[in-house]
């Protein structure tokens, strides 16, 4: 909670320090139009920098998984990496580790397994921000993620929203891995955005 009030806080502050720009960050108007205006505004943008840090639950056990295997190949049951498998997901995305904390948003997205030789994924998502300041924008990922790793850092391809024309890293670090297979991982995100 501390480091969302410290994000919030920060996206104030960037506020006040832009206010001279005509540009509303934290309610960015929307439409063909409000999207060519701010192209338009562009040149006088001054790149800022974003940093996000929440915690992804990946719940593939239980009544209501929130990542389902789709597709699979032939040979992945006989493949010691589960090469050939897909999955889809659309996993909350919190302030803290518990499981009570609070929801800032989803990860939505295809997962594969990609690798022959070790455990790792192509990660093709999207963040779905659903709270504060960044209610309504997305940040897409699309990496590669060696999951067994202690560190796995994965591009930030773009975003929509408050992040429109994002580039950035994520750093993912598995927090805790359960005997069924759920996932809660780590994610420090920064980004470079107008
Ligand atoms: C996969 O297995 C099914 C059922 O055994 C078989 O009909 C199909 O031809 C196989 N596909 C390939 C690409 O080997
Ligand atoms: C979350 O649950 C724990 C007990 O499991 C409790 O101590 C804590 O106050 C709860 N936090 C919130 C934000 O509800
Ligand atoms: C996020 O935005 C939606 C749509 O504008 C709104 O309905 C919802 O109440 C907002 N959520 C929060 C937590 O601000």
């Known amino acids: 909670m501390a480091k969302l009030n410290s994000i919030l806080l920060y996206c104030s502050i960037a506020i006040v320090i832009l206010s001279s720009i005509p540009l509303a960050h934290c309610n960015i108007a929307q439409g063909p139009k409000a999207v060519e205006n701010w192209f338009q505004k562009l040149s006088h943008a001054k790149p800022k920098i974003t940093k996000l840090h929440f915690y992804f639950h990946d719940i593939v056990g239980g009544k209501n998984p929130t990542a389902i295997p789709i597709a699979q ?6 493949s010691p990496t589960a090469f050939g498998s897909l999955a889809i997901l659309d996993d909350r995305l919190t302030t803290g580790p518990e499981i009570n904390s609070t929801t800032i948003g989803r990860a939505q997205g295809i997962v594969g397994a990609a690798s022959l030789e070790e455990f790792s994924l192509l990660m093709s998502l999207n963040f779905v921000f659903t709270h504060g300041k960044y209610n309504g924008s997305t940040l897409s990922l699309l990496g590669r993620n060696p999951i067994l790793n202690e560190y796995r850092e ?21 927090y805790t891995f359960s005997k069924n297979g759920d996932a809660l991982v780590e994610y420090n995100v920064v980004v470079l955005h107008y």
């Open 73 to 78: 190949a032939n040979s992945t049951s006989h």
């Open 154 to 174: 994965m591009p930030i391809v773009g975003g929509s929203g408050v992040f429109r024309l994002a580039r950035g890293v994520a750093t993912a670090k598995t």
